[in-house]
């Protein structure tokens, strides 16, 4: 957070297969959500271009830090995470990372405030799940160097969605 808020971080910008990220995303994150039970469902939309140039360090470390708190956040159900095209043409294609959740959900008051430092979804949080309420700000400014935007959708008890739409250029072939 103290390299991004100082402009010491550097957004690479390198060839990348989107999906593969993704997958690769799952994969370190499955057997964490086998132990609690819950399916990790990986969707890869029709369209998705194969090689794009971006950041795929960071896309793992935002994805990473979405999917963790979901399956953190999740005691039965299932973390579904969905990439699909939300605008293409040379020379960018805007791809949707979406990460969603049948877990405990964010209260309405406590949305319009998730992405601020050292903020959980309520005083109880901390206590029950831990954490440093770091991650989401950190998420929020990895993709916001990369372009994009994160947002959430939410209802309490019912699950979340973090959508991060990011224009990736597509390499000349």
Request: proline fraction near 6%; charge should be negative.
């Amino acid at each position: 957070l103290s390299k991004i808020e100082a402009g010491k971080l550097r957004i690479d910008a390198v060839p990348m297969d989107p999906a593969g990220v993704l997958e690769d995303v799952a994969q370190l994150f499955a057997e964490r959500a086998q132990s609690k039970g819950l399916a990790l469902v990986c969707d890869v939309a029709p369209g998705v271009p194969s090689h794009v140039v971006g950041d795929p360090v960071r896309l793992r470390q935002v994805l990473g830090n979405l999917v963790g708190n979901a399956i953190k956040f999740t005691h039965r159900g299932h973390v579904l995470l969905r990439l699909e095209v939300v605008a293409a043409g040379p020379p960018v294609a805007t791809l949707r990372y979406t990460v969603r959740d049948t877990g405990i959900g964010i209260p309405a008051a406590a949305r319009e405030h998730i992405f601020d430092a050292f903020t959980q979804g309520d005083g109880g949080t901390t206590r029950r799940f831990g954490g440093t309420g770091l991650g989401l700000t950190i998420s929020r400014d990895l993709v916001a160097l990369m372009g994009g935007h994160l947002g959430v959708d939410s209802v309490e008890g019912d699950g979340s969605q973090f959508s991060c739409d990011l224009p990736l250029a597509m390499p000349d072939d």
